[in-house]
């Protein structure tokens, strides 16, 4: 079946830079996306980018694809203790003529001061 | 403002015990969605509906109902609700499938 792998943990101190990995299994993905998800809330979308770029860039977070790899990264600059969360990575997967949002299992990141 | 609502936010119950768990949107979304949310295992899709009166089955459907008798509302049904049930589960919509825009803040369910 498919599986996205993430680590699971990830400490930085507040003000460095994050980065928070992914590898995914569809190599037809056309989106994959980054969600966040803080303490006792619902998932947030973050950002996704598209299977025909390489990166993506939006304030203070950049995301890199590299296709050949199927390897997705989040890299937070500045890291601040409001970022502390869990990240999700996912991939559209398709098959059987469906298609279906399949997630990794989450990073924690901790943001110490 | 745009939002997903779920109730309860917390409950507790019996094994056994029919329960029903609401979720609605305010965005008039076709798309909506279930997921249970589990310790090493991430999010599962439960079950998912395309439009009014159209459902079906996401990874784990066993032992979940779901009805889309209207847009804004897609509540999950558990007939008998069983220990393994107990999970964190979110609702979601978007406008279409394969972008789960919008999560609601999540049901804790126990089942004991």
């Known amino acids: 079946g498919e599986d996205v792998e993430q680590s699971l943990f990830l400490s930085v101190r507040e003000g460095d830079s994050s980065v928070i990995n992914c590898t995914y299994t569809?190599?037809?993905?056309?989106?994959l996306y980054w969600y966040k998800q803080e303490p006792g809330a619902g998932l947030q979308l973050l950002t996704y980018?598209?299977?025909?770029?390489d990166m993506k860039q939006d304030q203070r977070l950049t995301v890199l694809l590299n296709k050949k790899d199927k390897h997705l990264s989040l890299r937070i600059a500045d890291t601040q203790t409001g970022d502390s969360a869990i990240y999700f990575c996912?991939?559209?997967?398709?098959?059987?003529?469906?298609?279906?949002?399949?997630f990794g299992k989450g990073t924690k990141l901790s943001v110490i001061p | 403002e745009a939002q997903v609502t779920q109730n309860p936010r917390y409950l507790i119950t019996v094994t056994g015990k029919k329960l029903t768990v609401t979720c609605s949107q305010n965005?008039?979304?076709?798309?909506m969605s279930w997921y249970r949310q589990d310790p090493g295992l991430g999010l599962r899709q439960i079950y998912y509906?395309?439009?009014?009166?159209?459902?079906d089955k996401g990874d784990v459907p066993e032992g979940y109902k779901v009805s889309r008798k209207e847009k804004r509302n897609f509540p999950l049904i558990l007939e008998s609700p069983s220990p393994n049930q107990t999970s964190l589960y979110f609702c979601?919509?978007?406008?279409?499938?394969?972008?789960?825009?919008?999560f609601g803040q999540g049901t804790r369910l126990t089942v004991v």
């Open positions: 979601a919509s978007s406008l279409f499938k394969g972008l789960e825009a919008f």
């Open positions: 569809d190599s037809s993905s056309t989106y």
């Open positions: 980018i598209f299977s025909n770029m």
């Open positions: 996912a991939e559209i997967v398709s098959g059987a003529g469906s298609y279906q949002l399949t």
């Open positions: 965005m008039n979304h076709e798309y």
């Open positions: 509906s395309m439009n009014v009166e159209v459902t």
